[in-house]
């Protein structure tokens, strides 16, 4: 396990170093491109008096560096202080917003790995049919149309012509976690078909390398029926090497849930963060942008343990 | 590229407005005759995190119109605009417009229990002297002990009475009422969640006893306008104010009551006139000229908002001139002919700053490009996020023109104060000493009729040096579930929720 903590150690130096050069980024943009908070909360009705005495309040005054090098202080208490625009604290204000995003990037990876293993083990089989030929061709497409363009065609095909579907209801988990789901699995699915042609092109590959591979001719002549082999030899063999794939897809579900939401008008981290950006919250803009960035390490960390964990190869360190 | 814009605009404007004009407008929903119903509750959408409840350090706009319903002043504006005795009963105006005596109203309790009286009426207003610009010019507040106070002022100002709205709060509460919210007002503050929105519920001891009709209202924030109108149309929202026209012409006529009202807001193609060429006058003029502005609120707002020629709305009443209606009527050859005198016969390249969030204004300018054109005046949009509007274009005055609307309340001296050449509010750089002096003389004026030709005077000055492109007063609109009865619109952020009632019982 000795290089499982070593790896450990180098994500989170990594994680530490993404989050301080994000953290300096946003605080650059926010020192090059104009705006002042103070302005766009009181609007242009205001005197000059009464956000000069709204600046004071929130400390705008101080000097941007010296700004910087307080927020950071606290965030290194895990302190992300209060957001400018909304008065609460950062912490409440991203958790307030987790249900959507986090329940639709976890909806879209049930998406993608109930349709795209399924999907890459019919085409596997017999490589180059009419089957595999149609379904490769469906990925292609998919994997060409970006989320927020789907979205609309979804909403327009489910709302308009379906009736079935109302774009920007929503219902917290806790008023009922039914319509809860409900409200988001069009969303999910947006995000999740792109990404399902993706990771089905990847397994489809991988899975056609193992089904030459010497252990399946070795089960055939065993006399091991085809079905067995693919679900107890292929399919985990690809597995394996599909996390790190998932992985990846994973952190672009993220990103995805963040455009989509702002399709399906939905009050996730994604809305939030542009609010901090056109209100130039940078307390807040920092603290989402940091907890994305700690999700991403987070799960290719996770990753890499479940590789470890699933693979003995990677376990023992006896891969490359 | 704007062409293609013009194009779409112009067809939804088609589409939309046979059915918005269908849908009249009124400014009030229907009333019942009758006996009045009591209980029941509202739910009101509105876009904008409420932010502020202390009465006296609120500005924006979406709080304001809020705690109207929580907090209230000696004076308190009803929907027509009228300043009517609230928290006073009357008001005595010394001749030299410097002393205001006030009676107060007895019997009144804030929503804690505890009784308003005189000294609450002073700590109120000497706490809100100190924190709003408007009410700066107060010398001293005065208990008389018979139940009147008398505010002197250190500057002599006619028209003070309309300031006289602030909030009076309970003595000693400066440290607390952001929180606790305890005023005198129809509705209790009960609770504010972040994100989700604001209940008031019936304050059973209002000093008028016969209202509010409603138990409780919830004010509840909407991700922005779609989305709110998904909700009203799911029934979640009941009452959902701005709407844009073509979001209303969506709604079922027999399930919503659309109203509208000019919203006393003046939409303007700003010209910086310090910058060439619009700091000539001739060419602010022929811009004024190139201007159809009918078919500009056709194309914009359905055709629900009133044009201007002047900054300021006839929303305002008196103070307004009628005489300067259609004043700059459009005239091709008179426009030519001006920017030919001025030296600009193969007309300019002008850029139009428009911030992008709202719509209503990129569509103006996409309008107005298109009209400018045949001036041969060439119009570049440049859309910038409202951050960047306020700073680059509000405060440093670093732009050639804008599209955007200046509200303030229903008082015409704040309309126009802003341009005075050295007010900070002056963003189009606009400067004629005559207008100063107007501007400096208009509170030490006591006689009514004086003032009004003061200011029809002014607004002749602005029009004739054509200070700027102003368009229209897009109207307000707001629907309402008629279910229920008794909204009404007022010319200014107010949400009025006093006279809301169910329209029937069941």
Same mark, same amino acid.
């Given at each position: 396990?000795?290089?499982?903590?070593?790896?450990?150690?180098?994500?989170?130096?990594?994680?530490?170093?993404?989050?301080?050069?994000?953290?300096?980024?946003?605080?650059?943009?926010? /020192?090059?491109?104009?705006?002042?908070?103070?302005?766009?909360?009181?609007?242009?009705?205001?005197?000059?008096?009464?956000?000069?005495?709204?600046?004071?309040?929130?400390?705008?005054?101080?000097?941007?560096?010296?700004?910087?090098?307080?927020?950071?202080?606290?965030?290194?208490?895990?302190?992300?202080?209060?957001?400018?625009?909304?008065?609460?604290?950062?912490?409440?204000?991203?958790?307030?917003?987790?249900?959507?995003?986090?329940?639709?990037?976890?909806?879209?990876?049930?998406?993608?790995?109930?349709?795209?293993?399924?999907? /890459?083990?019919?085409?596997?089989?017999?490589?180059?049919?009419?089957?595999?030929?149609?379904?490769?061709?469906?990925?292609?497409?998919?994997?060409?149309?970006?989320?927020?363009?789907?979205?609309?065609?979804?909403?327009?095909?489910?709302?308009?012509?379906?009736?079935?579907?109302?774009?920007?209801?929503?219902?917290?988990?806790?008023?009922?976690?039914?319509?809860?789901?409900?409200?988001?699995?069009?969303?999910?699915?947006?995000?999740?078909?792109?990404?399902?042609?993706?990771?089905?092109?990847?397994?489809?590959?991988?899975?056609?390398?193992?089904?030459?591979?010497?252990?399946?001719?070795?089960?055939?002549?065993?006399?091991?029926?085809?079905?067995?082999? %693919?679900?107890?030899?292929?399919?985990?063999?690809?597995?394996?090497?599909?996390?790190?794939?998932?992985?990846?897809?994973?952190?672009?579900?993220?990103?995805?849930?963040?455009?989509?939401?702002?399709?399906?008008?939905?009050?996730?981290?994604?809305?939030?963060?542009?609010?901090?950006?056109?209100?130039?919250?940078?307390?807040?803009?920092?603290?989402?942008?940091?907890?994305?960035?700690?999700?991403?390490?987070?799960?290719?960390?996770?990753?890499?343990?479940?590789?470890?964990?699933?693979?003995?190869?990677?376990?023992?360190?006896? /891969?490359? | 590229?704007?062409?293609?814009?013009?194009?779409?605009?112009?067809?939804?404007?088609?589409?939309?407005?046979?059915?918005?004009?269908?849908?009249?407008?009124?400014?009030?929903?229907?009333?019942?005759?009758?006996?009045?119903?009591?209980?029941?509750?509202?739910?009101?959408?509105?876009?904008?995190?409420?932010?502020?409840?202390?009465?006296?350090?609120?500005?924006?706009?979406?709080?304001?119109?809020?705690?109207?319903?929580?907090?209230?002043?000696?004076?308190?504006?009803?929907?027509?605009?009228?300043?009517?005795?609230?928290?006073?009963?009357?008001?005595?105006?010394?001749?030299?417009?410097?002393?205001?005596?006030?009676?107060?109203?007895?019997?009144?309790?804030?929503?804690?229990?505890?009784?308003?009286?005189?000294?609450?009426?002073?700590?109120?207003?000497?706490?809100?002297?100190?924190?709003?610009?408007?009410?700066?010019?107060?010398?001293?507040?005065?208990?008389?002990?018979?139940?009147?106070?008398?505010?002197?002022?250190?500057?002599?100002?006619?028209? %003070?009475?309309?300031?006289?709205?602030?909030?009076?709060?309970?003595?000693?509460?400066?440290?607390?009422?952001?929180?606790?919210?305890?005023?005198?007002?129809?509705?209790?503050?009960?609770?504010?969640?972040?994100?989700?929105?604001?209940?008031?519920?019936?304050?059973?001891?209002?000093?008028?006893?016969?209202?509010?009709?409603?138990?409780?209202?919830?004010?509840?924030?909407?991700?922005?306008?779609?989305?709110?109108?998904?909700?009203?149309?799911?029934?979640?929202?009941?009452?959902?104010?701005?709407?844009?026209?073509?979001?209303?012409?969506?709604?079922?006529?027999?399930?919503?009551?659309?109203?509208?009202?000019?919203?006393?807001?003046?939409?303007?193609?700003?010209?910086?006139?310090?910058?060439?060429?619009?700091?000539?006058?001739?060419?602010?003029?022929?811009?004024?000229?190139?201007?159809?502005?009918?078919?500009?609120?056709?194309?914009?707002?359905?055709?629900?908002?009133?044009?201007?020629?002047?900054?300021?709305?006839?929303?305002?009443?008196?103070?307004?001139?009628?005489?300067?209606?259609?004043?700059?009527?459009?005239?091709?050859?008179?426009?030519?002919?001006?920017?030919?005198?001025?030296?600009?016969?193969?007309?300019?390249?002008?850029?139009?700053?428009?911030?992008?969030?709202?719509?209503?204004?990129?569509?103006?300018?996409?309008?107005?490009?298109?009209?400018?054109?045949?001036?041969?005046?060439?119009?570049?949009?440049?859309?910038?996020?409202?951050?960047?509007?306020?700073?680059?274009?509000?405060?440093?005055?670093?732009?050639?023109?804008?599209?955007?609307?200046?509200?303030?309340?229903?008082?015409?001296?704040?309309?126009?104060?802003?341009?005075?050449?050295?007010?900070?509010?002056?963003?189009?750089?606009?400067?004629?000493?005559?207008?100063?002096?107007?501007?400096?003389?208009?509170?030490?004026?006591?006689?009514?009729?004086?003032?009004?030709?003061?200011?029809?005077?002014?607004?002749?000055? %602005?029009?004739?040096?054509?200070?700027?492109?102003?368009?229209?007063?897009? $109207?307000?609109?707001?629907?309402?579930?008629?279910?229920?009865?008794?909204? $009404?619109?007022?010319?200014?952020?107010?949400?009025? %929720?006093?006279?809301?009632?169910?329209?029937?019982?069941?």
């Amino acid at each position: 396990m000795g290089s499982a903590v070593r790896s450990a150690l180098i994500r989170l130096c990594e994680f530490l170093l993404t989050a301080l050069l994000v953290s300096f980024f946003t605080f650059s943009a926010f /020192a090059i491109i104009p705006g002042d908070t103070a302005r766009v909360m009181l609007g242009p009705d205001a005197t000059e008096e009464q956000v000069e005495a709204l600046r004071e309040e929130l400390g705008l005054n101080a000097p941007l560096a010296e700004r910087y090098f307080d927020w950071l202080k606290n965030a290194c208490r895990g302190d992300f202080g209060k957001s400018l625009s909304f008065g609460n604290p950062v912490g409440e204000l991203i958790s307030s917003r987790l249900p959507v995003t986090l329940g639709m990037s976890l909806i879209a990876l049930i998406f993608v790995v109930a349709i795209s293993f399924p999907m /890459a083990a019919v085409c596997s089989r017999n490589p180059g049919s009419i089957k595999d030929k149609s379904l490769s061709t469906a990925g292609h497409i998919l994997f060409a149309i970006p989320p927020f363009a789907l979205s609309m065609m979804l909403i327009l095909f489910f709302s308009k012509v379906l009736h079935i579907f109302t774009a920007g209801r929503y219902t917290p988990p806790s008023d009922n976690f039914g319509a809860y789901l409900a409200s988001l699995i069009l969303p999910s699915l947006c995000i999740a078909l792109p990404k399902i042609a993706m990771t089905f092109k990847f397994l489809r590959a991988s899975m056609i390398e193992f089904s030459q591979g010497d252990f399946v001719r070795t089960a055939k002549s065993h006399g091991l029926s085809d079905l067995r082999i %693919m679900l107890k030899h292929i399919i985990p063999n690809s597995a394996v090497s599909s996390i790190t794939v998932i992985s990846l897809v994973l952190s672009d579900i993220m990103g995805g849930s963040l455009i989509v939401e702002q399709v399906f008008n939905l009050p996730g981290l994604g809305r939030l963060l542009l609010a901090a950006i056109s209100r130039r919250d940078f307390p807040l803009l920092s603290g989402i942008v940091f907890y994305l960035a700690m999700m991403t390490v987070i799960l290719y960390f996770l990753a890499d343990v479940i590789s470890a964990v699933i693979d003995p190869r990677i376990r023992d360190g006896r /891969a490359s | 590229m704007h062409n293609g814009n013009w194009k779409k605009i112009l067809a939804g404007a088609l589409t939309l407005a046979l059915s918005f004009s269908a849908a009249a407008c009124s400014k009030e929903s229907d009333t019942t005759d009758g006996d009045a119903i009591y209980g029941g509750e509202a739910v009101v959408g509105i876009t904008q995190e409420p932010m502020v409840f202390d009465p006296h350090t609120v500005v924006a706009a979406g709080d304001r119109e809020i705690i109207f319903n929580v907090y209230e002043g000696l004076y308190k504006y009803d929907s027509t605009g009228t300043l009517n005795p609230c928290l006073a009963t009357d008001v005595a105006i010394s001749d030299d417009a410097s002393e205001y005596t006030f009676t107060l109203r007895e019997g009144v309790t804030f929503h804690d229990g505890s009784e308003f009286d005189a000294a609450d009426v002073v700590y109120s207003l000497e706490r809100a002297s100190e924190l709003l610009p408007e009410l700066a010019s107060i010398e001293s507040i005065t208990d008389n002990g018979d139940n009147t106070v008398t505010v002197t002022l250190s500057t002599p100002n006619s028209e %003070m009475l309309s300031n006289f709205t602030t909030a009076i709060i309970p003595e000693g509460s400066a440290d607390t009422i952001g929180d606790t919210r305890i005023g005198t007002g129809p509705f209790v503050f009960d609770s504010y969640e972040p994100g989700i929105g604001i209940v008031l519920t019936r304050n059973e001891n209002y000093w008028n006893p016969e209202l509010p009709y409603l138990d409780k209202v919830t004010f509840k924030v909407c991700a922005d306008m779609d989305a709110g109108l998904l909700e009203l149309q799911g029934g979640a929202i009941d009452i959902f104010p701005y709407l844009t026209t073509d979001r209303a012409v969506q709604l079922d006529p027999n399930t919503f009551d659309i109203l509208s009202l000019g919203s006393n807001m003046v939409q303007a193609l700003f010209l910086n006139n310090d910058v060439a060429p619009f700091d000539d006058v001739r060419v602010r003029q022929a811009l004024n000229y190139a201007v159809d502005r009918g078919e500009i609120i056709a194309l914009t707002m359905d055709g629900a908002g009133e044009p201007l020629t002047t900054a300021m709305s006839p929303v305002m009443g008196e103070a307004y001139d009628t005489n300067l209606d259609g004043v700059y009527n459009q005239d091709i050859d008179r426009a030519l002919e001006l920017l030919a005198e001025a030296g600009y016969e193969d007309g300019f390249d002008m850029t139009i700053t428009v911030p992008s969030n709202y719509l209503v204004h990129v569509n103006t300018a996409v309008a107005l490009a298109d009209q400018l054109s045949a001036i041969g005046v060439n119009a570049t949009i440049e859309q910038v996020d409202w951050a960047t509007w306020l700073d680059r274009v509000y405060t440093d005055r670093d732009y050639e023109a804008t599209v955007i609307c200046l509200t303030s309340d229903y008082a015409p001296y704040d309309v126009i104060s802003r341009y005075a050449t050295n007010n900070d509010g002056n963003l189009i750089n606009y400067s004629n000493p005559n207008v100063d002096e107007i501007i400096e003389n208009l509170p030490l004026t006591i006689d009514e009729d004086e003032r009004i030709s003061m200011y029809r005077e002014l607004l002749g000055y %602005m029009t004739e040096d054509a200070a700027s492109v102003y368009v229209q007063d897009p $109207a307000n609109i707001c629907a309402v579930n008629n279910r229920l009865t008794g909204y $009404a619109i007022y010319p200014m952020y107010i949400q009025d %929720m006093s006279t809301v009632r169910l329209a029937s019982s069941n």
